[in-house]
């Protein structure tokens, strides 16, 4: 493997790999590896050493077991302190629990070590058999070796025998299991009464005084954070691909060398405007997204510029190119805005569509059919390709060349000159948005954040497809949006607010004279025809067509049959005066279906309580000294 990379030394594809590897170490273990600071061992547990080489071969084996499991992982969550620490403190338990099973005489035999993998499903055959191809293909893809695998399957066996050995008292009745049956799936039903606070928002009056106090009291609402503005030189294959030359014959030949990569299904090109809200936010988030993405809509219809109206009130990525997306295929965007980018007709905009990242407004811009694409379809995006192909050798030899001018004093824009490569200016920038749009580490973009005006990066810092020289413009302190293009907003918000104080008002004025036993039966009989009765509910606060709400729950649950609860309860949009209508048990048939399941669960908690308990007494008990707590940092 080593003398590849001697031969290859000097090309991009490897420049970059060692790139990474040193990034990736210096950025996770910090300067401290080559400070002075190199003890073998990181810690110590009753005296007895933590390698920091073990604790190093262990972080790495987490972190790509983690980032297999989720290949978009953010590789700063793999180099935070938190899951340093995490690594660290498992092995530290590891420790005393191996401890423990020793003194206790438990062990794993070589025999039950084989026959424990051999039964894991991923290296079974389609017959079921163990196959020793797909154990070591697994151990590559880990890059770990068999015997520190073993070694942990083996460590892994001992602590569920210790647990095992632990957990014997652990005997749940099932008269415990059924009490938490009964928890479980008891229900009720409420009858209530619902106040809305859309009955009250043409009674509000909103003053400039009221919005100019509401601004003036939340300046976190409209806080725009410091930005920085940066200009940089681009060294990836689609900047430098600019200055290459791609004959019609190599594009002749690459099309038909390809002509299988350019068959296409039906396609559209679409533009939209989304107005973000997360997929479990409270039902007044939802209704307020969707009040403001219809005023968009009603703005479009009449004959405003979609790009423009994208521009202005877009809060997705797209908005700074008017909302393009570009052309797409059925399968690459969520089902609900594919349903309805593909229903419309050309120039036809939608009614507002909800998906999991908030509403959309979609424009239909244009239609492709089904079919092979011909050569004058796709020669722009051969040309590319070849462009960027020919531009990625040549990568290496530029970036060398540009440290060196810089090197020799030579400024960012007379090296960008020197080179024949674009020096671009960046929008004004936050760490996050910077390190988004060019696909670097959160640490990259804030060494660049951190830069003085007027300073460039010592170093080239990786960004998707290259790097990128960055130079320090300008900072931008911290503002507030301007009060006059908020005050509409505000306006909303205040009458939405004081629409729901009044509507809680009158909830809890019902409220009063329902719990009062000379008001009562009058107070009732006024609202009566306007009660309704709710879809049976459990414990955990959900209300079928109603919404989300915990203490609603937990008062029916205490309540007494056609008893008045205590208090008003915020149900989107407004405000419900509730009682007790039917407490519904679970079914006899259920409980016998379901007893096993429920004895095992309860078995699992206790057992885990137990064995926690357990687990801080060993940490309590035991001397644990941490010796390289910079590598943590």
């Known amino acids: 493997m080593m003398d590849i990379l001697r031969q290859n030394a000097q090309s991009w594809g490897i420049k970059i790999a060692f790139g990474i590897i040193i990034a990736v170490f210096i950025f996770a273990f910090g300067a401290g590896g080559f400070n002075g600071n190199t003890d073998p061992v990181i810690a110590y547990v009753n005296e007895q050493p933590i ?27 793999l180099q935070s302190p938190e899951f340093k620490k995490f690594v660290l403190e498992q092995m530290i338990s590891q420790r005393l629990l191996d401890a423990e099973a020793k003194q206790l005489g438990l062990s794993v035999s070589n025999s039950e070590l084989s026959y424990n993998i051999s039964r894991i499903p991923a290296f079974s055959d389609k017959d079921g058999n163990f196959d020793m191809n797909l154990y070591q293909a697994f151990l590559k893809s880990r890059s770990m070796s068999a015997a520190s695998f073993e070694n942990s399957m083996r460590n892994s066996a001992m602590i569920t025998k210790l647990q095992e050995y632990v957990t014997l008292p652990v005997k749940p009745t099932e008269a415990d299991a059924r009490s938490l049956f009964d928890a ?3 229900k009720v039903q409420i009858d209530y ?33 410091a930005r920085s503005v940066v200009k940089y030189i681009a060294f990836t294959p689609e900047e430098l691909s600019i200055n290459e030359t791609v004959s019609p014959e190599e594009v002749t030949a690459y099309y038909e060398a390809h002509k299988d990569s350019f068959l296409q299904d039906n396609q559209v090109k679409a533009s939209h405007i989304l107005i973000t809200v997360a997929e479990d936010a409270p039902q007044k988030d939802v209704d307020a997204a969707e009040k403001k993405i219809k005023k968009i809509l ?128 960046s929008e004004k920038a936050t760490a996050q948005t910077l390190a988004n749009a060019f696909g670097m580490t959160e640490s990259a973009a804030q060494t660049i954040i951190a830069l003085p005006e007027g300073n460039s990066t010592d170093m080239p810092i990786a960004i998707d497809s290259g790097y990128i020289l960055v130079e320090k413009e300008k900072d931008i302190p911290p503002s507030l949006k301007p009060l006059n293009d908020e005050k509409e907003n505000i306006a909303e918000v205040l009458t939405q607010q ?51 709400n915990r203490k609603l729950a937990d008062a029916a ?48 908690q206790r057992a885990n309580e137990l064995f926690g308990a357990f687990l801080a007494e060993l940490r309590a008990k035991a001397k644990i000294e941490y010796v390289r707590k910079d590598l943590l940092n």
Do not use: C
């Open 557 to 604: 649950f205490a309540a007494k049959k056609d008893q008045w609860l205590p208090e008003v309860y915020e149900l989107p949009g407004g405000y419900v005066v509730a009682r007790l209508d039917e407490r519904i048990p679970p079914k006899e048939e259920t409980w016998a279906a379901q007893k096993s399941m429920f004895i095992n669960a309860l078995f699992q």
């Open 184 to 186: 479980a799936s008891e």
């Open 193 to 225: 009464y619902y106040v809305p606070g859309a009955d009250f928002l043409k009674s509000i009056n909103i003053t400039d005084k009221q919005i100019e106090d509401y601004y003036t009291a939340n300046p976190d609402k409209f806080a725009i954070p």
């Open 298 to 425: 009603a703005k479009a219809k009449s004959g405003q510029d979609f790009a423009k109206l994208a521009q202005r009130y877009s809060e997705g990525p797209s908005k700074t190119k008017g909302g393009e997306l570009g052309w797409f295929g059925k399968g690459a965007m969520v089902k609900p805005f594919e349903d309805a980018a593909f229903a419309l007709k050309k120039g036809e905009i939608s009614d507002p569509v909800r998906t999991r990242f908030g509403w959309h407004l979609i424009k239909l811009d244009d239609i492709r059919e089904a079919g092979q694409k011909d050569l004058d379809q796709v020669k722009n995006e051969i040309t590319s390709i070849i462009a960027q192909e020919k531009a990625a050798d040549s990568i290496t030899d530029k970036l060398d060349h540009a440290i060196d001018l810089l090197a020799s004093g030579l400024k960012l824009d007379k090296v960008s000159e020197e080179l024949g490569i674009a020096f671009k200016t």
């Open 51 to 77: 390698p920091t080489q073990e604790f190093m071969q262990s972080y790495r084996e987490n972190a790509e077991a983690l980032r297999a499991q989720n290949p978009n992982l953010d590789s700063d969550q």
């Open 498 to 548: 004081h629409a729901l104080q009044q509507a809680k008002s009158m909830a809890n004025d019902l409220k009063e004279k329902l719990l009062n036993k000379e008001t009562e039966d009058k107070t009732f009989s006024s609202i009566k025809k306007n009660l309704k009765t709710s879809a049976p509910f459990g414990r955990d606060g959900f209300v079928p067509n109603l919404g989300m």
